[in-house]
């Protein structure tokens, strides 16, 4: 489902990532390991289309998103939860969900739509009424990672979704991303706990530097506890 060969970026003329090569298929969870600095989220945003300067391949669904601007690059299905949450504090949950529907373009479906959501992420359901400024840490998560599903995308990036957020909520977390992959999503998962992550991951990759170091199947992987302190401790 994408597909991406030999991407090359760079800030400014930092030279970040060099011929970076993966490729998720549909319906997978794939994890992107690796330390702080590796490159983790410059390989997410090279594909959501944020940086300025990029080359090689980036495809999702057989289209190439190179060239492609970051809302065309959405328009296709790709959904992107990043590392800061960007929801809007003073708003509602539901006025926050409602931003999403928007901006899929599919109001006419609001009410399937959030009753969708709601259903999947219980959590925000009691709480559709509420603001979001005053919710948990890892509610607002919960909430970033529920409007980006409001367009019904077929893949979903998430960049370090449990980053500072309470171990209770991030095991809630990861149950939802197994639950969106029995939706049928699939999904590229950045992430420091390496073993949660592997825990729902068909495969993983590691960068390292700006490059693939190591793939390898997800349960091969949790099972070698001397990879993962080699690539992935911070
Ligand atoms: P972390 O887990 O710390 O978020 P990461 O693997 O996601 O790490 P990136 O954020 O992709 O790593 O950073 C890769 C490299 O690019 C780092 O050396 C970082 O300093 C550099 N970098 C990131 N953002 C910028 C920027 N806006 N300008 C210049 N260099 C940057």
Request: aromatic letters at 4%; proline letters at 3%.
């Amino acid at each position: 489902m994408l597909t991406i060969k030999n991407l090359n970026a760079w800030y400014g003329t930092s030279h970040i990532l060099q011929n970076v090569s993966l490729e998720v298929q549909r319906g997978e969870v794939v994890s992107l390991l690796g330390r702080n600095g590796a490159g983790k989220t410059t390989t997410i945003k090279s594909v959501m289309g944020l940086l300025k300067k990029t080359s090689g391949e980036v495809s999702f669904k057989g289209v190439n998103l190179l060239g492609l601007a970051a809302h065309q690059r959405f328009g296709l299905g790709l959904a992107y939860v990043p590392e800061e949450r960007r929801i809007v504090p003073g708003m509602t949950v539901l006025e926050n969900l409602r931003l999403g529907i928007v901006a899929s373009g599919k109001m006419a479906q609001e009410k399937d739509i959030i009753d969708r959501i709601a259903e999947t992420f219980p959590r925000l359901k009691e709480r559709l009424g509420q603001t979001a400024v005053t919710m948990s840490g890892g509610e607002q998560q919960m909430l970033a990672i529920a409007r980006a599903t409001a367009a019904d995308p077929d893949m979903i990036l998430l960049d370090e979704p449990s980053e500072g957020i309470m171990p209770v909520l991030v095991d809630e977390m990861f149950e939802l991303f197994q639950q969106l992959k029995r939706q049928g999503k699939t999904i590229l998962l950045v992430e420091q706990s390496v073993e949660a992550a592997l825990g729902i991951s068909d495969r993983a990759y590691v960068l390292d530097q700006g490059g693939i170091v190591y793939t390898e199947r997800a349960d091969a992987m949790l099972a070698d506890p001397e990879i993962q302190e080699r690539y992935c401790a911070v």
